[in-house]
């Protein structure tokens, strides 16, 4: 008999999954918004594979400066933006649900508000791994230099970014206004990898505070073999990055369940 229930609850759980996924592609398509945070992967790639090239053409005017000789660190940041994007994307909506008390309706529900969240977590997991992982063999693919065992490992880690994002903006924010402004912020903290790139001193340290540093390290030697920054070995910044966001993902968790 349990194993029946078992199995009748889990159909149950299959059915609301899906109905969600229809609800969710809905309020995206008709969200300018949404439309536009979905769509800047496309965008990146093409301003990517073809501004930076007419860029250096005209750089070459006037200066020796050129963007194409840090193109694996671009890649490394464009790479890090999509599960960003997917995580705002799921964040607003998530917002919106709050906002709504649907997180408060699936309390009654088989789900509960525990399996409504991980579907929430999960679906930027997995979107932002599948368009991260496409990018890059549009990227990469022919490079000799990239280890494409280390970076699909690493890519793992990179999505990771898109339930981070969504767990920031549902535990601070009240509402898709609110999550805007704090939105903001994460483009601030982004630029934490280029001080770690640029200079070499001790108090660069400080920026292995902010998960983005130890993701883009790791992917840029993922790609060319080569370090930058103050660690030099590839397990370090692995297991680094992974209890960085880990403890970042537990903190904003905690705070979501004490704000539901």
């Known amino acids: 008999m349990k194993k029946g229930a078992d199995v009748q609850t889990g ?3 299959i059915k609301q999954v899906e109905l969600f996924l229809k609800g969710d592609a809905k309020n995206v398509l008709r969200d300018p918004l949404m439309v536009l945070v979905l769509g800047i992967p496309i965008y990146l790639f093409i301003l990517v594979k073809f501004g930076i090239p007419f860029v250096d053409i005209q750089l ?4 020796y400066f050129q963007l194409m000789d840090h193109f694996d660190l671009i890649i490394c940041f464009i790479v890090l933006i999509v599960p960003m994007m997917i995580g705002m994307l799921t964040g607003f909506l998530l917002l919106d649900e709050k906002d709504d008390g649907i ?3 699936m309390a009654i529900t088989p789900m509960k508000k525990l399996g409504f969240i991980g579907y929430r977590v999960t679906l930027p997991l997995i979107i932002s791994f599948i368009i991260s992982t496409v990018l890059v063999l549009l990227f ?3 490079e000799e230099s990239v280890n494409w065992g280390l970076l699909l490992i690493v890519l793992v880690v990179v999505s990771l970014f898109g339930p981070l994002i969504t767990m920031y903006l549902a535990s601070l924010c009240e509402n898709k206004v609110e999550g805007i402004s704090y939105a903001k912020l994460i483009s601030i903290f982004s630029v934490a990898p280029i001080v770690t790139y640029m200079f070499e ?3 660069t340290g400080f920026a292995y505070i902010i998960p983005v540093t130890w993701v883009v390290e790791l992917s840029y030697t993922s790609i060319t073999g080569e370090y930058f920054g103050l660690i030099d070995n590839w397990a ?3 297991l680094g990055g992974v209890t960085n966001i880990s403890i970042f993902l537990y903190f904003f968790y905690q705070k ?3 704000s539901l």
């Open 11 to 13: 159909r149950v759980h």
């Open 60 to 63: 070459s005017k006037y200066t």
């Open 103 to 105: 997180i408060n309706y």
């Open 140 to 142: 990469l693919i022919g």
């Open 201 to 203: 001193s001790w108090w």
């Open 236 to 238: 370090i910044l692995y």
């Open 256 to 258: 979501l369940r004490k």
